[in-house]
């Protein structure tokens, strides 16, 4: 049987986004593919009273300007160019990932999750303006007014619903939140343990010989 390796993430999480950019080269090198899984962060906290690090560091002395050093060290390693803040930040990011569930049940997550991320944290915009939304999308090419008419379906909202709501049910209490089997993991900092225990749990036996 197969390891499932997951990446829960919200288009809103600048670190979930930092994340996906170190993910390929542990796909490379473990041979496991990882699944995206789209939650809602919102719903995340409210289910966990947790809260964003814009909110819980405010006021705080000298963590917020070490929590930006970690991340500054972070790009440079992955050489993440393209990272942008978004002026905007937070958004409200429930119409992107009704759209990443839409788009994964019409077979264009990719292309989609391409231009979310580009558009949030390359060229930021302010994505829960639906004009400035659905205009940033048909610049990337993407056929928004069809997802954004699908995720406006029961089974859309629903299906975003119950991802976020499973996360909780499993101890997720932010984004990006990684879970290698049952084996969970939070932030992107953990990315150097999500790819040892990978390692750890596709290492097949070694058979003794007499």
């Known amino acids: 049987m197969s390891l499932k390796v997951e990446f829960l993430f919200d288009f809103g999480s600048p670190n979930a986004y930092l994340a996906e950019l170190a993910m390929p080269a542990i796909e490379q090198l473990t041979g496991v593919k990882f699944e995206y899984v789209p939650v809602l962060l919102g719903g995340i906290f409210k289910g966990t009273g947790n809260m964003s690090p814009f909110d819980s560091l405010r006021g705080i002395k000298n963590k917020p ?5 970690e991340t500054e060290r972070f790009i440079r390693r992955h050489k993440a160019t393209k990272f942008r803040p978004n002026p905007f930040f937070p958004v409200n990011t429930l119409m992107l990932m009704r759209g990443a569930v839409a788009a ?27 004009d400035i939304f659905r205009n940033a999308f048909i610049s990337s090419g993407i056929d928004i007014d069809k997802l954004i008419a699908r995720a406006q379906q029961d089974d859309v909202k629903k299906k975003l619903i119950d991802f976020t709501n499973d996360a909780v049910s499993r101890g997720a209490f932010g984004s990006p939140t990684f879970f290698v089997g049952k084996e969970m993991f939070f932030g992107k900092d953990q990315l150097r343990d999500v790819e040892d225990s990978i390692v750890e749990q596709t290492r097949q036996p070694v058979t003794k010989t007499a």
């Open 65 to 69: 300007e070490y929590q930006a050093l």
């Open 104 to 130: 994964q049940l019409e077979g264009v997550f990719k292309p989609y999750f391409r231009a979310a991320y580009h558009h949030m944290w390359e060229e930021p915009k302010k994505m829960d303006d639906l």
